[in-house]
């Protein structure tokens, strides 16, 4: 079963904004106000790097590159996580992934491994 299921890719122009959505279900869902959840990116012959984190008080936490453009947010009544994406560069596109931590991990962590349950991304394309 497919936890997370990304959303809201595409093609934009440089400087343009793209609003991302991550909508959990099962086990997810269920325990959506009490997990850490982030946005991670991967471009071509590149590692996977997390660019936003938010923790189970909304807490929030930035790689340099995503700091002062892009926003993570997360709706716990609709059970969905965003990630706002403003001033884009086409250094910015990538394949885009939500993920969770465990219930009992309650840190930020920017590391891949640290996160349990992944969704199949969405594609964000920037054009020069």
């Known amino acids: 079963q497919v936890e997370l299921v990304e959303s809201g890719g595409g093609s934009v122009q440089a400087g343009g904004s793209l609003r991302l959505s991550c909508a959990p279900s099962?086990?997810?869902?269920?325990?959506?106000?009490?997990?850490?959840m982030a946005w991670f990116r991967q471009s071509p012959g590149k590692e996977r790097e997390a660019v936003a984190i938010?923790?189970?008080?909304?807490?929030?936490t930035y790689s340099n590159s995503a700091q002062g453009r892009f926003t993570i947010s997360k709706d716990n009544a609709k059970k969905t996580l965003y990630l706002q994406m403003n001033a884009v560069t086409p250094e910015d596109t990538a394949m885009y992934y939500c993920?969770?931590?465990?219930?009992?991990?309650?840190?930020?962590?920017?590391?891949?491994?640290?996160?349990?349950?992944w969704g199949q991304g969405t594609q964000v394309t920037v054009s020069s």
């Open positions: 099962g086990a997810t869902a269920y325990m959506f106000t009490s997990i850490v």
């Open positions: 993920a969770r931590r465990g219930r009992n991990y309650p840190g930020s962590s920017f590391a891949e491994k640290d996160y349990v349950v």
């Open positions: 938010i923790d189970r008080g909304g807490a929030t």
